[in-house]
């Protein structure tokens, strides 16, 4: 078993960060921005409340993502919580098969909103949001969403991402 020994703020490498960060169960959201050809969007773990009052998500994206600049020039995006039947939209979204923008939308329903974001059909929660500011840190962004319409469905399974796998979360304790 490897420890976390202690380290001086700064020296611990991004690949033992990122091995430590697996063992972090996360929900697997799809993110989706722009409209018509512009359509793209990703798959996030790192995406969660924020505030109630004022209801706003925080969404965490790469800046070498391929979606980034759709995100720049959006005002708007959707956040869609995804059940675990929805593996094929979370792999799709990730972009790890060669899929970029529009054609991450294949194989799924998607309702267009008067918002110009696309959301699906069918999924655990639809959030139609307006984005409100980005906070550039480092390698990524953390995009923060005024939640302007949800979507709620009917209560599934979640779709889990974790050891660096898409699992059902079905077992309650």
């Not at 921005?33 to 773990?45: H, I, L, Q, R």
Request: hydrophobic share 40%.
């Amino acid at each position: 078993m490897n420890s976390l020994a202690d380290a001086a703020p700064g020296s611990v490498d991004s690949r033992r960060f990122r091995q430590a960060m697996r063992l972090l169960a996360g929900h697997v959201c799809v993110i989706t921005v722009g409209d018509g050809a512009d359509s793209t969007g990703f798959t996030a773990t790192s995406v969660t409340a924020l505030s109630a009052d004022g209801p706003t998500l925080l969404v965490s994206l790469n800046k070498s993502s391929s979606s980034w600049s759709a995100i720049e020039a959006s005002p708007c995006f959707g956040v869609n919580i995804l059940a675990g039947g929805h593996r094929h939209v979370a792999e799709a979204f990730s972009g790890f098969d060669g899929r970029k923008g529009g054609a991450r939308y294949d194989g799924a329903r998607w309702s267009h909103q008067p918002s110009g974001v696309w959301l699906p059909e069918d999924a655990m929660v639809a959030f139609d949001c307006a984005l409100e500011e980005v906070i550039a840190h480092r390698s990524h962004a953390i995009l923060i969403g005024l939640v302007r319409a949800v979507k709620a469905y009917d209560a599934q399974d979640p779709l889990v991402y974790w050891q660096g796998s898409y699992r059902r979360l079905t077992d309650s304790i």
